[in-house]
Nanobody, 121 residues
Framework: QVHIVESGGGLVQPGGSLRLSCATS????????VGWFRQAPGKEREAVSC????????YYLDSVKGRFTISRHNAEARIYLQMNSLKPEDTAVYYC??????????????WGQGTQVTVSS
């Protein structure tokens, strides 16, 4: 059974940093493309960053480029999202997910319960 659990969210001041962690089980992480998504109140879920399995290509949402870094550690069955220079507009529930690609767009396939990130002074 696929199991995905996100952690590491919280309240942080603008300019601060958080590191989100995603623990996976029930499947072999090596075989999957993965990513982080977020959903703010009243908005649609959007892809923040994805890593494509077969070539390691990494996608970042334009608004997070240079601030966020995705990484995967297959042996640990974990995925991370390092978020620096956080802005209030980064406030959302963040989800870790296995992904599939539709053309060059990564889309969530199986995701966890999410972790809340709130950026506020």
């Amino acid at each position: 059974q696929v199991h995905i659990v996100e952690s590491g969210g919280g309240l942080v001041q603008p300019g601060g940093s958080l590191r989100l962690s995603c623990a996976t089980s029930g499947f072999t992480l090596d075989y999957y493309s993965v990513g982080w998504f977020r959903q703010a109140p009243g908005k649609e879920r959007e892809a923040v960053s994805c890593i494509r399995r077969h070539d390691g290509d990494i996608y970042y949402l334009d608004s997070v480029k240079g601030r966020f870094t995705i990484s995967r550690h297959n042996a640990e069955a974990r995925i991370y999202l390092q978020m620096n220079s956080l802005k209030p507009e980064d406030t959302a529930v963040y989800y870790c997910a296995t992904v599939y690609y539709s053309g060059n767009l990564c889309r969530a396939e199986t995701w966890g319960q999410g972790t809340q990130v709130t950026v506020s002074s």
